[in-house]
């Protein structure tokens, strides 16, 4: 038997009463080695000094030490704090089914990651927790936009004048939305409300795994869950930073479920080839993007073309770009062939304005480098992913954007085929991104590259290299 105490208004798990050797495989099992560059380095969850580790990663250690034959006590002195709230559930706002099972499966078991696709309503399924605990509650965000968005739909669907903490803000209400940046830095022992209830939305983005771990463990809330549309991770220390603070994924709903379901738009997948004028001999990575991406005319004049295209046929495009100077460049271009297009970024002084000329239709196309993740704007029904990038994180999130169902139009995907070995090899990570998260919706059409691959000796070779 291995006895293992929670105390009250405790993140941490003390193993109390065990054999000397279960120590010792707690330990092994809760190690990771961190990248620090060009060397690794073994860092470790668990303490040996006090014999303890993160909350969220008892179901990790139980599951662990059942398999090797025992028997695992916990004794959870913790009490749900928080107070009463008088919110009146919005009608308009009735949950789907895998919305109403996320929530049933979050009251159950108290604390856990929500994986639901983009377009799914992550907010909708949060707010449905908040409403049936009936607590006060902490919502954790990581930019301005979700900041406001989060407050508005606290608003109109449980009531309630949303607190923030935040864009030089720190108003707290019965349910507070709350930076994580801000809260970092003026400290979450300064938070005066008594939340029952901690929610981290877009929990996947563990690029400050650090910050992300140390504010989570610095909330003591019972009820902790994560929302995230791509719950994965490359690196295994960043997965075992996010479970730590808020327990493994306990409910997924698929994009593949929800398309066949027609909760989100079937995709169409299109492709974009176009040929070089000249091949790029930069070996540092930033010249070889200024060339073969930013500032390559061919390129850029076949997105600007397939922008037209799809803005005469009545879709709202956004253009994701990764660069400044290059969502400058094809708003020129667009503008030159008589396509009104604006561009966004959060450098953008006027960003909210643009934002709801796009979505009453007076923008056709939008180009940004904001609206990756979080950012709701149901309008967009085409993206074209003209920055690159092989993130498969970055890939999904950003076209989430074009797939909330919309009446006789399907949602169309668009990716650029760069000839440059590496950034060819970015484009075939993102396709398999793609093909897994889509499944059977990842269409004939984009099939086809991964034919062409295994027909071409020459492209086989450069997705090698």
């Given at each position: 038997?291995?006895?293992?105490?929670?105390?009250?208004?405790?993140?941490?798990?003390?193993?109390?009463?065990?054999?000397?050797?279960?120590?010792?495989?707690?330990?092994?099992?809760?190690?990771?080695?961190?990248?620090?560059?060009?060397?690794?380095k073994?860092?470790?969850?668990?303490?040996?000094?006090?014999?303890?580790?993160?909350?969220?990663?008892?179901?990790?250690?139980?599951?662990?030490?059942?398999?090797?034959?025992?028997?695992?006590?916990?004794k959870?002195?913790?009490r749900?704090?928080?107070?009463?709230?008088?919110?009146?559930?919005?009608?308009?706002?009735?949950?789907?089914?895998?919305?109403?099972?996320?929530?049933?499966k979050a009251?159950?078991?108290k604390?856990?990651?929500?994986?639901?696709?983009?377009?799914?309503?992550?907010?909708?399924?949060?707010?449905?927790?908040?409403?049936?605990?009936?607590?006060?509650?902490?919502?954790v965000?990581?930019t301005?936009?979700?900041?406001?968005?989060?407050a508005?739909?606290?608003?109109?669907?449980?009531?309630?004048?949303?607190?923030?903490?935040?864009?030089?803000?720190?108003?707290?209400?019965?349910?507070?939305?709350?930076?994580i940046?801000?809260?970092?830095?003026?400290?979450?022992?300064?938070?005066?409300?008594?939340?029952?209830?901690?929610?981290?939305?877009?929990?996947?983005?563990?690029?400050?795994?650090?910050?992300?771990?140390?504010?989570?463990?610095?909330?003591?809330?019972v009820?902790?869950?994560?929302?995230?549309?791509?719950?994965w991770?490359?690196?295994?220390?960043?997965?075992?930073?996010?479970?730590?603070?808020?327990?493994?994924i306990?409910?997924?709903a698929?994009?593949?479920?929800?398309i066949?379901?027609?909760?989100?738009?079937?995709?169409?997948?299109?492709?974009?080839?176009?040929?070089?004028?000249?091949?790029?001999?930069?070996e540092r990575?930033?010249?070889?993007?200024?060339?073969?991406v930013?500032?390559?005319?061919?390129?850029?004049?076949?997105?600007?073309?397939?922008?037209?295209e799809?803005?005469?046929?009545?879709?709202?495009?956004?253009?994701?770009?990764?660069?400044?100077?290059?969502?400058k460049?094809?708003?020129?271009?667009?503008?030159?062939?008589?396509?009104?297009a604006?561009?966004?970024?959060?450098?953008?002084?006027?960003?909210?304005?643009?934002?709801?000329?796009?979505?009453?239709?007076?923008?056709?196309?939008?180009?940004?480098?904001?609206?990756?993740?979080?950012?709701?704007?149901?309008e967009i029904?085409?993206?074209?992913?003209?920055?690159?990038?092989?993130?498969?994180?970055?890939?999904?999130?950003?076209?989430?954007?074009?797939?909330?169902?919309?009446?006789?139009?399907?949602?169309?995907?668009?990716?650029?085929?760069?000839?440059?070995?590496?950034?060819?090899?970015?484009?075939?990570?993102?396709?398999?991104?793609?093909?897994?998260?889509?499944?059977?919706?990842?269409?004939?059409?984009?099939?086809?590259?991964y034919?062409?691959?295994?027909?071409?000796?020459?492209?086989?070779?450069?997705?090698?290299?």
């Open positions: 038997m291995v006895t293992m105490r929670i105390p009250d208004r405790s993140t941490r798990v003390y193993v109390e009463k065990a054999e000397p050797k279960v120590y010792f495989k707690i330990y092994d099992l809760l190690t990771y080695k961190k990248d620090y560059g060009k060397w690794e073994p860092e470790s969850l668990y303490d040996p000094y006090t014999n303890s580790f993160p909350v969220g990663l008892i179901p990790r250690v139980k599951k662990f030490l059942n398999s090797k034959g025992y028997r695992v006590r916990i959870d002195e913790r749900v704090m928080g107070e009463e709230l008088d919110s009146l559930w919005n009608p308009n706002y009735k949950l789907r089914r895998y919305q109403e099972r996320a929530v049933k009251l159950r078991e604390m856990g990651v929500l994986a639901l696709p983009v377009g799914s309503g992550k907010t909708i399924v949060g707010l449905g927790i908040i409403n049936r605990l009936n607590l006060s509650a902490l919502i965000v990581h301005k936009e979700l900041l406001y968005q989060w508005d739909k606290v608003n109109e669907v449980l009531g309630i004048e949303a607190g923030i903490i935040g864009d030089n803000k720190w108003k707290e209400g019965p349910v507070t939305v709350a930076m940046q801000t809260l970092l830095s003026r400290g979450a022992d300064k938070l005066q409300g008594k939340y029952g209830v901690v929610i981290f939305d877009e929990c996947h983005r563990t690029s400050a795994a650090e910050k992300f771990y140390k504010l989570g463990l610095s909330l003591p809330q009820y902790r869950f994560g929302l995230s549309a791509t719950p991770r490359r690196v295994r220390g960043e997965e075992i930073k996010i479970e730590a603070v808020v327990g493994p306990i409910y997924e698929r994009a593949e479920d929800l066949k379901e027609k909760f989100l738009s079937r995709p169409r997948f299109e492709i974009i080839h176009y040929e070089s004028e000249m091949p790029s001999f930069s990575y930033k010249e070889l993007y200024e060339d073969v930013m500032n390559n005319e061919p390129r850029n004049r076949a997105i600007v073309e397939k922008a037209a799809l803005a005469r046929k009545g879709h709202r495009v956004l253009i994701d770009v990764r660069r400044l100077e290059h969502g460049i094809l708003k020129e271009m667009l503008e030159k062939k008589g396509i009104r604006e561009f966004l970024s959060s450098q953008s002084p006027n960003r909210w304005e643009i934002l709801e000329e796009f979505k009453e239709g007076k923008i056709p196309v939008l180009i940004s480098t904001l609206l990756k993740e979080g950012v709701d704007i149901p029904s085409a993206i074209i992913l003209a920055g690159g990038g092989k993130s498969d994180i970055m890939t999904i999130q950003t076209i989430g954007r074009a797939l909330r169902p919309k009446k006789g139009m399907k949602a169309v995907i668009v990716d650029v085929e760069d000839d440059d070995p590496l950034l060819f090899t970015h484009f075939i990570e993102r396709q398999k991104a793609l093909k897994q998260y889509y499944g059977k919706y990842y269409d004939s059409e984009a099939e086809k590259v034919r062409e691959i295994s027909q071409s000796p020459r492209k086989a070779a450069r997705a090698r290299a």
